[in-house]
């Protein structure tokens, strides 16, 4: 029977009559229950094992008896154990000359010594030990001190340590050094370990708010071993939290590599935090810090699925070297334009005239320059709000000059430099106009042979005059279809390409020929891409820029539009690879004018859209018909020889050409009027007739 503490595991449920060991003063006893320390009178906690009081526990005592009471009743199966730790270390009774001493004293004085034994005997008592501790230590000691850096060793298996403090405390005394001190060591001995094992954990527990509070796990940090491969161990150590009443496990890992966030959880950095990279070199003290500008909203940045490069906004100017930029919507297809670039100059309100965004080409002449070889940007034609006008410039540079604007883009129309054409191509090009119904018609300017034509241009000239009308063609179908507007700059040969984006081309050209035609003319493009109908990337178009000349002071350049042809589409897995179903080039803007592929053609959207000379003095142009009465197409054919064309007045009524005389070499249809003789003839049948 031990002497220094009770111990009873109870049958039933129980309250008080629980019997302590003998003792001098009753701060001597720690009752514990279920091997958790209940405090005397005031209680601190619920939870003691598998027990959870209703309120804080606590027990009492009257002073010099020999049993206690528990402030709530205990259930069966709860262990109660109430041991004396007897104080080693100071006396409980002092004996001073000519006093009288009393069996009560002498009873404390020998019981002191007594107890202490017993104590000692059972191991429920070691008080305050200095030195080194070797074999068992049990008991309820309140303080252990040791040297020095000493070491606890549990003989056996230690199953459970319970301590019963609000703080553990390791010191260590010993000078700084670059190992660790003090440490605390979690060591799983259980044999080899295995990929996916995990060791030791330090837990976090705490009560809820339950009616019968209960004991929850918080948190925890513990170790998983990745690879226990001898001399290629990898380790990793996890956290998991307690998030909406279940375990997320883990929350974060942090691996050798780096930290791991788990799925939907975030990296969230305080005011003014940073992410800081050291980059290779640890010792200049020097690093990339990413910072965010205090937002006023919720911001999110996207990174997209793809390796590169971050590009950088320095003091107002993006830079970055690549050789393309791409733009990927996976929004459905819809009236809203998507993906976009925007433009945005807000440096407060503008001005007529002003200048805004631009895109612009860049290659390297022979000297190895860089040089602008063409540009789009957008200037202001009118700020006033609510009939604000904009228009879309296009500049290139020719013969080692700029040319400001080659072309421009406004609502009514396009708008062609001094001196600059538009050309259609050699087969199938049209001009095509839209009436009131917005329903497409078109006129066919037929090019004809150029066999005995100077230059091999055709040419016609607009009625003289400032009335409006309708053009009326005479002469042959031709085969060719294009409109010209000429140049006074001799043209150059045409240089072939294939598709390619690129802004910038930063290539070494000093050892290429001034004009290349096998690839090298290319500076790059934009492309446009979107998904088909069944789910594939496939292309829509492009515009790209050439270098036509790349002689230092006589670069020349264009800029080239590509569409798809309208077959079956690329499922495109490559955006540098060509595609087969890419009409390259559908127009190309050179210096000296705007070129159509074969086949291609120019629509105007409205029967009032013009297309338009400027003589200086007066404008001169060609628009389609309000209406169609046939309902069908029209077709303007140019004859093969150079005249004045015939038109209807706008006043009505077909104005004919005026001669003195019948014009050699008629044709049957043609008709004149004869200024002579103030006859409409007509040439029917081989010979003229008046008409009147």
Excluded: C
């Excluded at 969230?268 to 990279?277: D, I, R, V």
């Excluded at 066999?451 to 053009?471: D, K, M, Q, R, V």
Aim: no cysteine; proline share 3%; glycine share 10%.
């Amino acid at each position: 029977m031990a002497n220094s503490y009770t111990e009873v595991t109870l049958s039933s449920a129980q309250t008080v009559g629980f019997t302590t060991p003998a003792y001098v003063v009753s701060s001597h006893l720690t009752v514990r229950v279920n091997g958790v320390v209940v405090p005397k009178t005031t209680g601190v906690g619920k939870i003691f094992g598998s027990f959870t009081a209703t309120n804080n526990l606590f027990y009492t005592i009257v002073e010099g008896q020999t049993t206690i009471s528990f402030s709530e009743q205990l259930p069966s199966g709860a262990v109660v154990k109430i041991s004396r730790s007897t104080s080693p270390d100071t006396k409980l009774v002092n004996y001073v000359d000519n006093t009288l001493i009393t069996a009560k004293l002498l009873n404390e004085d020998s019981n002191q010594s007594f107890f202490l034994s017993q104590e000692a005997l059972e191991g429920t008592t070691i008080g305050d030990i200095t030195g080194n501790v070797t074999g068992n230590v049990s008991g309820s000691a309140a303080t252990v001190t040791t040297a020095a850096q000493p070491s606890i060793t549990s003989v056996g298996t230690l199953t459970g340590l319970d301590v019963s403090a609000t703080k553990i405390t390791l010191t260590d005394t010993t000078a700084g050094s670059t190992t660790e001190n003090p440490s605390l060591e979690l060591y799983r001995n259980g044999g080899a370990g295995a990929d996916g094992h995990e060791i030791g954990a330090v837990k976090f527990f705490g009560n809820n708010d339950a009616g019968t509070p209960e004991k929850i796990e918080y948190a925890k940090i513990y170790s998983e071993i990745i690879d226990n491969t001898d001399g290629t161990e990898d380790g990793s150590l996890k956290f998991h939290l307690i998030s909406n009443g279940s375990i997320e496990d883990p929350v974060m890992t942090l691996q050798q590599f780096g930290l791991i966030m788990a799925s939907g959880n975030s990296i969230y950095l305080g005011a003014n935090g940073t992410l800081s990279f050291e980059g290779t070199d640890e010792t200049n003290n020097l690093e990339t810090a990413i910072v965010a500008t205090n937002p006023t909203a919720d911001r999110t940045i996207t990174l997209p699925d793809a390796t590169g490069t971050v590009v950088l906004n320095s003091s107002g100017v993006i830079s970055e070297t690549a050789t393309k930029l791409e733009l990927t919507s996976t929004t459905a297809t819809s009236t809203t334009e998507n993906p976009t670039i925007e433009l945005y100059r807000n440096g407060g309100a503008t001005s007529d005239l002003h200048e805004l965004g631009a895109l612009k080409f860049f290659g390297q002449n022979d000297a190895n320059q860089k040089v602008e070889y063409g540009s789009i940007y957008t200037e202001i034609d009118d700020a006033s709000d609510g009939t604000e006008d904009g228009e879309m410039r296009f500049h290139l540079m020719t013969g080692g000059t700029v040319e400001d604007p080659v072309m421009t883009l406004k609502g009514y129309g396009i708008v062609m430099g001094a001196g600059n054409h538009i050309y259609l191509n050699s087969s199938g090009g049209k001009i095509f106009y839209y009436d009131s119904a917005n329903t497409s018609r078109y006129y066919e300017l037929t090019s004809p042979s150029n066999t005995g034509i100077a230059n091999g241009t055709t040419s016609f000239e607009l009625p003289s005059g400032t009335n409006n009308g309708t053009l009326a063609v005479t002469g042959a179908t031709n085969t060719a279809e294009f409109f010209e507007i000429s140049s006074a700059t001799a043209p150059t040969a045409d240089n072939a390409a294939h598709p390619v984006i690129s802004l910038y081309d930063s290539s070494d050209r000093s050892s290429l020929a001034n004009t290349v035609t096998n690839g090298q003319e290319h500076t790059g493009a934009i492309r446009w891409y979107f998904n088909n109908d069944a789910g594939n990337k496939s292309f829509l178009g492009a515009i790209r820029g050439i270098v036509r000349d790349s002689e230092d002071g006589a670069e020349r350049g264009s800029i080239e539009f590509t569409l798809p042809t309208g077959s079956a589409g690329d499922t495109v897995t490559d955006v540098t690879a060509a595609h087969s179903n890419v009409e390259s080039p559908i127009v190309t803007l050179h210096k000296y004018g705007l070129v159509m592929a074969s086949g291609n053609d120019i629509f105007f959207s409205a029967a009032a859209d013009v297309l338009e000379w400027d003589t200086g003095s007066h404008k001169q142009s060609i628009r389609g018909r309000s209406s169609e009465s046939t309902g069908g197409n029209s077709v303007l054919e140019l004859p093969d020889a150079s005249g004045t064309m015939a038109h209807i007045a706008t006043n009505g009524g077909l104005q004919h050409p005026s001669l003195s005389s019948a014009p050699s070499s008629p044709v049957n249809g043609q008709t004149y009027y004869n200024t002579s003789t103030h006859k409409l003839q007509l040439y029917a049948n081989g010979a003229w007739v008046d008409l009147n």
